[in-house]
């Protein structure tokens, strides 16, 4: 009989958990609705404008407009298809895009199936408005992203603002402080889970936060990622690599070259001088890990 009434309240316990699962999106449209942050602009108009220009507010969309998912979209079988790839776009599910672990986290935690395959046809029919609906948006960051130790501090709270500090009046709600904002865990949380050997087709891509904490911070450097990408609060989070000119500017600043000559005559026999350059070159990059990634 305790057995029964335990299963029982198990059973109501588990009932609203569920219920919450079906308030997934089902369509591209809704998922973008769920997480949109356009009421941000009006008050935090420059943040806006250096995100809208960001990397992060096009994940899907690879650099230039290449939209580079669409090789997991293609058939089965197909040249270019992947081993994600099923043999019609329509049975893409979310698990066939493990990217979005990274690219489109709330895909994982607020999306149906369905929005993969609509992705999948988007993908194929080019249709880039569609796939830039999509974005890593402040929400994201500011409440899927910002808590880490989920078991001791419950999930982030449905609709709440996650900053530096408590506020408690913003913007119709409030903002409460999360300890990881300026620390480099946050964005390691992203750009440091690579190699993905969780699935069942394991794949690279992205492990810069390893060379981060292994190469940089084991080496005396004490900047945080926030520190040099983030001044002054800059969404952008350069580099652009839309931008040319910027990423090339931001290249010439990051990288210093040491270039150190000697010239001499080296007297082979009498009267037969060979001229002769030493020439040393050192290039040092100032950033706080390795590239190329990603
Ligand atoms: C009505 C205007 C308004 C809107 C809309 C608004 N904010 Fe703010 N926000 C402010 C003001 C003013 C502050 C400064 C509050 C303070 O420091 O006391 C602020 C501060 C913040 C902070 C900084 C807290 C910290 O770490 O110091 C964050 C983060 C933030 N807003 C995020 C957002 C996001 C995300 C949105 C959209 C979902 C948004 N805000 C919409 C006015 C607004
Ligand atoms: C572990 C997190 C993670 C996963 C999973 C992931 N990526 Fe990435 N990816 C990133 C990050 C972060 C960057 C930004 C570059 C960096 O950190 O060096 C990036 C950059 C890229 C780029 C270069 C930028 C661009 O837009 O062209 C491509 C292409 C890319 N990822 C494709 C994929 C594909 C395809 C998948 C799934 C098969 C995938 N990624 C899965 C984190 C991830
Ligand atoms: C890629 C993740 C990411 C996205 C996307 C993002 N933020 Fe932030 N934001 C951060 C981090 C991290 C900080 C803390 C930086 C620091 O303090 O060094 C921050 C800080 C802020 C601050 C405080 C700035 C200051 O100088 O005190 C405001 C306001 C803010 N964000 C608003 C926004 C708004 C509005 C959007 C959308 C347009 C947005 N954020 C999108 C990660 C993000
Ligand atoms: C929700 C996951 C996520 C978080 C959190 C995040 N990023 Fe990213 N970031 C990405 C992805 C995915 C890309 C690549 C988008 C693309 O395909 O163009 C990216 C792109 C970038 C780029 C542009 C260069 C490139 O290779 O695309 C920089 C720089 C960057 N992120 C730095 C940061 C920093 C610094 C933080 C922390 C303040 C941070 N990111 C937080 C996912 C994230
Ligand atoms: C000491 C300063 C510094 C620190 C700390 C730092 N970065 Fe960078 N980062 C740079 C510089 C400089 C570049 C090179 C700019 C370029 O590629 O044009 C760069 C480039 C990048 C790129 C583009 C990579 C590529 O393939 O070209 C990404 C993504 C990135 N950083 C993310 C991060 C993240 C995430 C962290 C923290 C784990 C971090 N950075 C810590 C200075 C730094």
């Known amino acids: 009989m305790r ?32 997480y949109d942050s356009s009421q941000c602009k009006s008050c935090h108009a420059e943040i806006y404008a250096q995100w809208e220009k960001s990397h992060h507010a096009r994940p899907l969309m690879g650099v230039k407009g290449g939209l580079m998912l669409t090789p997991l979209a293609l058939k089965k079988g197909e040249k270019g298809a992947t081993a994600f790839s099923e043999d019609d776009p329509k049975k893409m599910k979310i698990s066939n895009f493990p990217c979005f672990k990274c690219h489109l986290p709330q895909a994982v935690t607020s999306a149906e199936d369905s929005v993969a395959a609509e992705l999948a046809e988007a993908l194929l029919a080019k249709d880039s408005a569609k796939v830039g ?10 409440n899927e992203k910002a808590l880490i130790h989920k078991r001791e501090l419950g999930a982030p709270e449905k609709g709440v603002i996650y ?33 993905n050997l969780e699935f069942d087709q394991a794949f690279q891509c992205a492990n810069l936060y390893g060379s981060y904490l292994h190469n ?28 040319d000119k910027q990423t090339s500017e931001l290249l010439a600043k990051a990288l210093t070259l040491d270039v150190e000559t000697l010239g001499y005559e ?21 950033a706080g890990h390795r590239i190329p990634d990603g």
């Open 266 to 286: 080296w007297l082979r026999k009498a009267a037969t001088y060979v001229p002769k350059v030493v020439v040393n070159t050192k290039i040092v990059s100032s």
């Open 133 to 142: 609906k999509l974005q890593i948006t402040c929400m994201v960051c500011h």
């Open 163 to 195: 900053g530096n500090k408590d506020v408690a009046s913003h913007a119709g709600g409030k903002i409460k402080k999360s300890a990881i904002m300026k620390d480099s865990v946050f964005c390691g949380q992203c750009h440091g889970l690579g190699p």
């Open 3 to 34: 057995i029964i009434l335990l299963l029982l309240i198990t059973a109501f316990v588990i009932m609203p958990l569920s219920t919450v699962g079906a308030e997934k999106a089902k369509t591209i449209d809704e998922l973008a609705k769920m």
């Open 216 to 243: 940089y911070v084991s080496g005396g450097g004490t900047k945080s990622c926030q520190d040099c990408h983030m001044q002054k609060g800059d969404h952008l989070i350069a580099p652009n690599f839309n931008d």
